[in-house]
Structures are given as structure tokens and as C-alpha cells.
């Protein structure tokens, strides 16, 4: 079976970088995705890691190391309209699977 | 190309009745996913669908049930409602090609059970 693992609540200051962390425990899977949910709107996908390394959007990167069951998502130049929650998931490679998301972490910026 | 919609977006219901979701996915997309999102939950599978045939199912009673037209428009019905059905229901959509994996989410269905 697939899990993810996040932090429930992370609390960061205007203009600081935070990370998310993901573990997972999975035999395989395609790749790890990052999603943001902003209060009472729909998830938006953020990024996507097929492999291990580091992919840069703006001020959004994502990690991901196979090897370490590991991934994260970096926010930089935290501004509030980052607050929301943010879900990683991920596609096992055995059969026809579902897409899994972890449970979310919501995201609370402060001044 | 316009997003993914659903219908409707706000519905109340009582205990007892039946309710049927719909979801018009983007245009060119073939899978579509339910998902049912709960407060302080992350979000719970429901379906998938990929050209009309269902190709995975989450754990959730009978009760709840789905289908995909051959537009890729797709339907899901939960019957019997219960209080706990009180959830929003999101809607995904996805090319589905091998090498990425990038849903495309609807605004969601908000359902209350009285």
C-alpha cells in the first residue's frame, strides 16, 4: 500500500522560506506531486517530481529522493497569500492505482 | 481551454435522499476522479475513470456509485445520505499520460446532510 506523511501545521514569518516535508512508504511509484488548497477553493497543482533532484517554479521548488523515501516543497519570499494547505501525492507503479495524497499541511503566514 | 466544472456547487439534502454530482472535465481529458474532502481531512478517493470504464474504486460503502459518459463527462450518485456525507466533492481531470501526473480540480460540489 502507499502512505504519506506530513506535518499537520507549520507556522512561518512574512519573507522567510519554509519547508514541507513528505515521507512516504511505497514500493514504486511514478512521482511525487505538490498541490496548494486555499480555504474553500479547489486544490491547484504546484509541481512535479518524476525524478530525484530539484525542481525550481518561481519561488516554489520541490525535492524528491527516492532512495530516502523523501520529498519537499520549498516556499521562498513567504508572502500571506501563501496560507493555505498543502498536499503531496503520489501514483504507485503496481497495478491501477489511484493517485494517493498525504493528509496536508497547513500553511499559516504571519507578519 | 476552459476548466473543469461542476455542478451543482451548493446542495442541501435530508437524511434518507439520493444525490447525484456532475463533473464536465476539460476538454481532451480522459480520467476523471472523485474525491470527498471533509474538514481536517485530506482528500479521500472515491473513483477514477478513464474512457468510460472505471478503473479504480476507494473505500467507501455502496452507497456511493459513479460513471463516465462517453463525452468524459461524468456522474456520481450517492444514495441512502447520511449525515457524515456532509463533505465537499471534488472533481479531477487528467490527460493521464504516462510520463507526468498533474490533476486538473473543479470547484467542488458542497454538499450539507440534514
Known amino acids: 500500500g502507499q502512505s504519506l506523511e506530513q506535518p499537520s501545521e507549520v507556522t512561518a514569518v512574512e519573507g522567510a522560506i519554509v519547508q514541507i516535508n513528505c515521507t512516504y512508504q511505497?514500493?514504486?511509484?511514478?512521482?511525487l506531486s505538490w498541490y496548494q488548497q486555499h480555504d474553500g477553493g479547489a486544490p491547484t497543482f504546484l509541481s512535479y517530481?518524476?525524478?530525484?533532484g530539484l525542481e525550481e517554479t518561481g519561488r516554489f521548488s520541490s525535492f524528491l529522493s527516492r532512495s530516502d523515501s523523501y520529498g519537499y516543497l520549498l516556499l521562498q519570499e513567504l508572502q500571506m497569500k501563501d496560507s493555505a494547505s498543502y498536499f503531496c501525492?503520489?501514483?504507485?507503479?503496481?497495478?491501477?492505482?489511484?493517485?494517493?495524497f498525504g493528509k496536508g499541511t497547513r500553511l499559516s503566514v504571519i507578519a | 481551454k476552459a476548466g473543469v466544472t461542476q455542478t451543482p456547487r451548493y446542495l442541501i439534502k435530508t437524511r434518507g435522499q439520493q444525490v447525484t454530482l456532475s463533473c464536465s472535465p476539460i476538454?481532451?481529458?480522459?480520467?476523471v476522479s472523485w474525491y470527498q474532502q471533509t474538514p481536517g481531512q485530506g482528500l479521500q478517493f472515491l473513483f477514477e475513470?478513464?474512457?468510460?470504464?472505471?478503473?479504480n474504486k476507494g473505500n467507501f460503502p455502496g452507497r456511493f456509485s459513479g460513471r463516465q459518459f462517453s463525452n468524459s463527462r461524468s456522474e456520481m450518485n450517492v444514495s441512502t445520505l447520511e449525515l457524515g456525507d456532509s463533505a465537499l466533492y471534488l472533481c479531477?481531470?487528467?490527460?493521464?499520460?504516462?510520463?507526468?501526473?498533474?490533476?486538473?480540480f473543479g470547484p467542488g460540489t458542497r454538499l450539507l446532510v440534514l
Open positions: 479531477a481531470s487528467s490527460p493521464r499520460l504516462p510520463d507526468q501526473e498533474t490533476q486538473y
Open positions: 511505497t514500493s514504486g511509484f511514478y512521482g
Open positions: 517530481n518524476a525524478l530525484d
Open positions: 501525492a503520489v501514483r504507485s507503479l503496481s497495478g491501477n492505482t489511484p493517485l494517493v
Open positions: 476538454s481532451g481529458h480522459r480520467s
Open positions: 475513470y478513464f474512457s468510460e470504464t472505471q478503473r
